[in-house]
């Protein structure tokens, strides 16, 4: 597009704003991201303990397939330990390819998974 002869870069504006009664200032579009050491899809949240950000996965899994440690839950913006009735969520760092883990069988094939995923 060109105004008075000069080309034009129109850009979207996208106004966003956080709504009064939410417990977490954080905006949702500005959260999704990817893992800068394994490119892995995460979604920043923050703590409701200590207010800290924390990457979480993005898919849910069943309450029968990990220990109650691993178990995280997302409730009005801020992230809670503990699973929300059957289903939980898993911060990231615990099956990124980056970190070195302690071998732990229930979370095997989770990181296998993700490695897997992330390769390209």
């Not at 893992?35 to 979604?43: K, L």
């Not at 849910?60 to 995280?72: I, S, T």
């Not at 990231?92 to 897997?116: F, I, M, N, T």
């Amino acid at each position: 597009m060109e105004v008075d002869g000069e080309a034009a870069n129109w850009r979207r504006v996208r106004n966003m704003w956080v709504h009064r009664t939410s417990a977490s200032k954080t905006l949702r579009s500005s959260a999704a991201r990817r893992c800068i050491y394994c490119n892995h899809p995460v979604e920043w949240y923050e703590r409701a303990d200590n207010g800290e950000r924390l990457p979480l996965l993005l898919e849910q899994f069943p309450v029968r397939l990990l220990p109650e440690r691993y178990w995280w839950s997302v409730f009005n913006g801020l992230v809670y330990r503990g699973a929300d009735d059957d289903y939980f969520r898993i911060a990231h760092p615990v099956v990124c390819s980056a970190v070195d883990h302690e071998y732990d069988q229930a979370l095997e094939g989770l990181r296998r998974k993700y490695r897997v995923d992330t390769a390209t």
